[in-house]
């Protein structure tokens, strides 16, 4: 079945400590997201890319980044400067229909600070 | 710039009651309109969208979109909620390209 598989589902960091969030998609699809989800905020776009080897920053890229070196696969670092880590994370790809671009979602990771 | 409002933080209807979810939208184009679901510790489910087109939009589980333009509004509605249909409800606007903007979300709660 074709999909976005994000890993892990849980993931704790220490302090001082970098994270690395897994994204893999095997829709063929170009572009892809991180987002950021925190009670009563909604999504908040951390990163996304829309082709391999190129990636733009999003509204919240501070203590983050990101590579894109295969369509397939898209990882999230959660650096040791993004002081307040504690959130679900969201993975997304998307295709341009030719009318409109539609994002389609992985089951995401909740990282806690230990 | 673009933006989307839930004006509604939580909604509570009884189960086999009709629904309305409310959802504005600033946009300076025509715009891409979304509504997604999102079950505890799940990631989003598409529900239905709206491109072009009739305005009255059908998704799954039994949803329905209207888009109006003059009001600037994307209302989600379903004529019989069920206790399955608990969950966090997204609007969101394709913002340009390939990015979109995501509402604060509405979480409906489903009494017996």
């Known amino acids: 079945d074709g999909g976005i598989t994000q890993s892990p589902k849980y993931l704790f960091r220490k302090e001082g400590q970098n994270v690395t969030l897994s994204c893999e998609q095997n829709?063929?699809?170009?572009?892809m997201y991180w987002y950021r989800q925190d009670p009563g905020q909604g999504l908040r776009l951390i990163y996304y890319?829309?082709?391999?080897?190129?990636?733009q920053k999003g509204d919240i890229a501070e203590g983050y980044s990101v590579s894109r070196e295969k369509k397939e696969s898209f990882p999230l670092t959660v650096t040791s400067a993004q002081k307040n880590p504690t959130a679900f994370y969201l993975c997304?790809?998307?295709?341009?229909?030719?009318?409109?671009?539609?994002?389609?979602f992985g089951a995401g990771t909740r990282l806690s600070v230990l | 710039a673009q933006s989307v409002t839930q004006p509604d933080i939580h909604i509570t209807v009884s189960e086999g009651a009709s629904l309305e979810l409310r959802c504005n939208y600033s946009y300076g184009a025509t715009p891409y309109l979304f509504w997604y679901v999102q079950s505890p510790g799940q990631g989003l489910q598409l529900l239905l969208k709206?491109?072009?087109?009739?305005?009255l939009v059908q998704g799954i589980k039994g949803f329905e979109a209207e888009f109006k333009r003059s009001q600037s509004s994307f209302n989600l509605r379903k004529p019989s909620v069920h206790w399955s249909d608990a969950a966090e409800y997204f609007c969101a606007v394709g913002a340009g390209g390939f990015k979109t903007i995501f509402g604060a979300g509405t979480r409906l709660f489903v009494k017996a």
């Open positions: 890319s829309q082709i391999v080897n190129d990636f």
């Open positions: 829709l063929n699809h170009d572009a």
């Open positions: 709206y491109f072009s087109g009739d305005t």
């Open positions: 997304a790809s998307s295709i341009w229909t030719g009318r409109g671009n539609i994002q389609y």
